[in-house]
């Protein structure tokens, strides 16, 4: 699977956003969005946000499960008690999927229009997940509860760095975060539990 993983301040502006691949079952870490799913990325959690304002009035808990999907793509949020949204866009994507390259506006591929997988391969990839919709692998079923259960982990230690990183005095709660360090703990959470 693909992420895509942003902090939203208070004022629904973004203050951190990465994105990673898995790294379990012989994954490589690396995000395979194509060139048109990484400019959309952005516009797809932030329209989650209506989403996410009316759950938080509905729901004792910080995490909020999946919220939202688009097309393949599927949206997990976590809230902060001072109305920090975390949020997580998974992709799932067939096995052994190379990185996408940037093709030139000139290039016309078969690929879908939100992945970067022939449309004949994504037929036949869904058509494979659907019969084996028993399986607990996180890289093939983005909605078992195998998944929610890491992403949920995934969200608690991202929390507690976040924490960490905020207690500075000199950061903010709405201010954006630039800190390598907080960038390569967020990776290495993601490594671990995605």
Request: a neutral charge; hydrophobic letters at 35%; charged letters at 15%.
């Amino acid at each position: 699977m693909s992420y895509y993983f942003c902090i939203v301040g208070t004022k629904d502006n973004p203050l951190f956003e990465l994105e990673f691949g898995t790294s379990k079952q012989g994954g490589d870490g690396v995000a395979r969005f194509s060139a048109e799913a990484r400019n959309m990325n952005p516009f797809i959690v932030h329209s989650s946000l209506d989403i996410v304002d009316e759950l938080q009035w509905l729901n004792n808990q910080m995490y909020l499960k999946r919220i939202d999907h688009f097309a393949s793509s599927h949206i997990s949020a976590f809230l902060t008690p001072t109305s920090t949204k975390f949020l997580l866009l998974h992709l799932p994507h067939p096995p052994n999927t190379p990185p996408t390259s940037v093709q030139t506006p000139t290039s016309f591929s078969p690929f879908g229009p939100y992945t970067s997988t022939p449309a004949s391969s994504l037929r036949q990839y869904s058509s494979s997940s659907a019969s084996s919709s028993g399986s607990t692998s996180i890289a093939n079923n983005p909605t078992s509860p195998q998944t929610e259960e890491a992403i949920r982990l995934f969200f608690g230690e991202v929390f507690e760095v976040w924490l960490k990183a905020i207690m500075n005095p000199f950061c903010g709660i709405d201010t954006m975060f630039g800190s390598p360090v907080f960038r390569a703990r967020v990776l290495a959470a993601g490594k671990k539990y995605l």
